[in-house]
């Protein structure tokens, strides 16, 4: 048997205040940056990956469907998988050179590797 759920984002159930409106929170969104202001930092990191080695690029500002974007960009050219996560976009394996390379072709001129 289903169960019906009804979410309306809220918690609230009932009010007896006759001027209660409810709040939303309403995040901004964030601007994605163009890629030549981009200030990108790729580096190499196997701490908590039981050892196994991923590129890191850092540094990414704009909104999380663009980062999803580059991420599946990169990890196309790289021919890897990988993932976005809490700002930082994550491909398998030390694809430092190969990263940097397609982002330097791409306009992303302040990017770094360490």
């Not at 979410?7 to 163009?34: C, H, M, N, R, W």
Request: hydrophobic share 35%; aromatic share 6%; with cysteine.
């Amino acid at each position: 048997m289903a169960k019906n759920k009804i979410t309306t984002g809220s918690a609230l159930v009932y009010s007896t205040d006759p001027s209660f409106k409810i709040e939303e929170d309403l995040e901004p969104t964030q601007e994605t940056l163009p890629p030549a202001q981009q200030r990108l930092k790729v580096r190499l990191d196997t701490k908590h990956r039981a050892g196994k080695a991923v590129t890191l690029i850092e540094g990414f500002v704009g909104a999380d469907a663009d980062a999803d974007a580059l991420g599946k960009k990169l990890k196309a050219f790289c021919g890897t998988g990988g993932s976005v996560k809490a700002g930082e976009i994550i491909v398998q394996g030390d694809n430092r050179d190969k990263t940097l390379g397609w982002l330097l072709k791409n306009d992303y001129g302040h990017t770094q590797k360490k």
